[in-house]
T-cell receptor
Framework: AQSVTQPDIHITVSEGASLELRCNYSYGATPYLFWYVQSPGQGLQLLLKYFSGDTLVQGIKGFEAEFKRSQSSFNLRKPSVHWSDAAEYFCAVGNQAGTALIFGKGTTLSVSS | KAGVTQTPRYLIKTRGQQVTLSCSPISGHRSVSWYQQTPGQGLQFLFEYFSETQRNKGNFPGRFSGRQFSNSRSEMNVSTLELGDSALYLC????????????FGQGTRLTVV
């Protein structure tokens, strides 16, 4: 079965500290992987995507993610978190066109001062 | 370039009624996907339309249907509304070329009473 697991429902990080959000996937075909962020009452904004090539991908707002095929993981990282990063983060797997996405349940990030 | 536009933003309907939601994709995008977001189930894929044809379908009952017009605008319809249909419905458009991603609208918040 195709699925995405985000083990952490809620994470609190101090401002300026580093962040890692975990994502594991199960997908029958070549996985195309995405991280989206959602602020309250808003739609989803793409942070970064992985299709092929370099397994470390850079995204917007200083985020990066590393694809590890052997671990079926695509973890999101940021070296220094800002208060404005507080939001809900979704990992997703889909096809080559980025449609028919299967999402994880999301991780809510809180940032403490 | 205008983003994905969903109308209306908010809706309140009564159980048993039907509802139609509208989505205007980014100009030039030929694929439109619909997702349901609820606190319990998270983000779930409903269906995708490409060139007026349903290309992919999620695991939802037949009460949920959609269509796409020749200008790529899409509508989704939910008949015989149930309380559990209360959700944020998100539309996403994609150029549907290789190595692209989906762009999301801000959603329609449907409340069934």
């Amino acid at each position: 079965a195709q699925s995405v697991t985000q083990p952490d429902i809620h994470i609190t990080v101090s401002e300026g500290a580093s962040l890692e959000l975990r994502c594991n996937y199960s997908y029958g075909a070549t996985p195309y992987l995405f991280w989206y962020v959602q602020s309250p009452g808003q739609g989803l904004q793409l942070l970064l995507k992985y299709f092929s090539g370099d397994t470390l991908v850079q995204g917007i707002k200083g985020f990066e993610a590393e694809f590890k095929r052997s671990q079926s993981s695509f973890n999101l990282r940021k070296p220094s978190v800002h208060w404005s990063d507080a939001a809900e983060y979704f990992c997703a797997v889909g096809n080559q066109a980025g449609t028919a996405l299967i999402f994880g349940k999301g991780t809510t990030l809180s940032v403490s001062s | 370039k205008a983003g994905v536009t969903q109308t209306p933003r908010y809706l309140i309907k009564t159980r048993g009624q039907q509802v139609t939601l509208s989505c205007s994709p980014i100009s030039g995008h030929r694929s439109v996907s619909w997702y349901q977001q609820t606190p319990g189930q998270g983000l779930q894929f409903l269906f995708e339309y490409f060139s007026e044809t349903q290309r992919n379908k999620g695991n939802f009952p037949g009460r949920f249907s959609g269509r796409q017009f020749s200008n790529s605008r899409s509508e989704m319809n939910v008949s015989t509304l149930e309380l559990g249909d209360s959700a944020l419905y998100l539309c996403a458009s994609s150029p549907s070329n290789a190595d692209t991603e989906a762009f999301f609208g801000q959603g329609t918040r449907l409340t069934v009473v």
